[in-house]
């Protein structure tokens, strides 16, 4: 037999391969975060008829004399280039920008995958609706996030309640007017919160004493609740600098107050917001922190990747945040379906952490990433590729047609 006919059978085979890897790029041209694939070929082993030879004497040397035995697959390779991003609108859609993987698990094994059409489920798991795999990344507590902890599926259940934060601190601000009598007071009444959320109104008033640039502050005896609470060291001396601008505020102490069954409220107030110019007075307490007890209402996702929960008492708080795996090599990757990939002995081992860190990209969130098939040079490609098909298939014609005039010599 004609090694010919052998080299055109291993091209027809190839090319069979190149165009498998063609059809599957080009069915997957809308698949969320599918990554297209490559053939590369390769010419295989070489038959040698003569070796080369160095030059001697009046000769020079010749080179070697090879007959080709066909061609092979070198690679099939994974091209992980970014997909454009399609909007969704949908909060728990993340597309990736940049290199990363969203890290997901069974309860056993992760798995990677670049697809991030994610949702939550009855038990408030964040997860791929398809499969049930989590989305694996790490969880808050009270508003805080550590990243330097191992990474686990993430969870947020439905109707997810915040504590009640005690108040700490007043704010005053604006003006205390400088044309004012001797007895002159300002009402400045603000609302606070004690360990389990309730509300306690603290009735300050500002007074004019006879001291220039000076004023006082009392918090009173409030009679709002029942039974009334005592203030305790809530008087203050507030003194301005002759251009009207805040001086100091003495003492540097909290006031407190011991609501009926909730542990002792203490409260700085803060006095640096305020003037004394001339004209009306404006002073009034103007922020405090502490809130009530909340209920979960709305989940969102920022750009870090960051769920980011809404109370029903107005405050928002980090509630977790989705990592992202990198690898050394992503093209040794081992795909399994589903848009999931597993890592190999060539990928290397997964370096899990935040967006935007070590090399990983960053979340488009209410958005998904759309497939990076180029269908132009896929089109592109069949063509190269048929037209390969069909020369090799002419060598196994021509072939054939040689040794059928071979096995006519005979007659």
């Known amino acids: ?39 590369n070929f390769q010419d295989m082993l070489n038959q040698t008829i003569q070796g080369a030879s160095s030059g001697q004497g009046n000769l020079g040397g010749t080179n070697p004399m090879q007959v080709g035995l066909g061609m092979g697959l070198a690679s099939i390779d994974t091209l992980f280039t970014d997909g454009s991003t399609q909007p969704t609108g949908k909060q728990t859609d993340l597309a ?27 038990q408030g798991n964040f997860l791929v609706p398809g499969s049930g795999y989590k989305v694996m990344g790490w969880k808050g507590t009270e508003g ?20 009640a934060k005690p108040s700490t601190s007043i704010t005053y601000a604006n003006n205390l007017s400088g044309d004012a009598a001797t007895g002159t007071t300002v009402p400045a009444s603000i609302t606070v919160y004690d360990s389990k959320g309730n509300t306690h109104k603290i009735a300050g008033v500002f007074t004019k004493t006879a001291t220039a640039n000076q004023w006082t502050f009392s918090s009173g005896t409030q009679t709002a609740d029942t039974p009334p609470i005592t203030i305790t060291g809530g008087t203050y001396t507030i003194n ?9 505020a003495t003492p540097a102490t909290a006031f ?5 069954g909730a542990a002792t409220v ?9 003037t ?12 405090r922190d502490g809130y009530a007890a909340g209920t979960l209402e709305q989940t969102t996702i920022d750009g870090t990747g960051t769920i980011i929960g809404k109370f029903s008492n107005g405050q928002t708080q980090k509630l977790a945040q989705v990592c992202l795996s990198t690898f050394n090599n992503p093209a040794g990757l081992t795909k399994v379906g589903d848009n999931m990939y597993i890592k190999s002995n060539n990928s290397g081992e997964p370096q899990v952490g935040p967006s935007g860190s070590g090399g990983r990209g960053g979340f488009n969130p209410g958005s998904l990433e ?37 096995a006519n010599l005979k007659r």
């Open 96 to 122: 990736i920008s940049g290199s990363g993987f969203f890290v997901l698990s069974d309860g056993m094994n992760q798995i990677y995958t670049r697809s991030g059409a994610f949702d939550f489920d009855n």
């Open 266 to 274: 203490s409260v700085t107030p803060n006095f640096t917001g305020l």
């Open 256 to 260: 407190t107050f011991d609501p009926a």
């Open 240 to 248: 301005f600098n002759t251009d009207g601008s805040f001086d100091s």
């Open 276 to 287: 004394q110019y001339g004209g009306e007075s404006t002073a009034q307490a103007v922020d």
């Open 1 to 39: 037999m004609m090694r010919s006919l052998f080299a055109g059978i291993s091209g027809l085979r190839n090319h069979q391969t190149r165009m498998d890897v063609i059809g599957n790029n080009i069915a997957n041209v809308n698949t969320v975060g599918f990554k297209a694939s490559r053939v």
């Open 144 to 163: 805080n996030i550590d990243t330097n902890q191992p990474v686990t599926p993430i969870q947020i259940p439905v109707g997810s309640s915040m504590a």
């Open 370 to 406: 759309m497939s990076n098939v180029d269908l132009a040079q896929e089109f592109s490609n069949m063509i190269i590729t048929q037209r390969g098909f069909q020369a090799n298939s002419k060598i196994i014609t021509v072939t054939d047609e040689m040794l059928q005039d071979l």
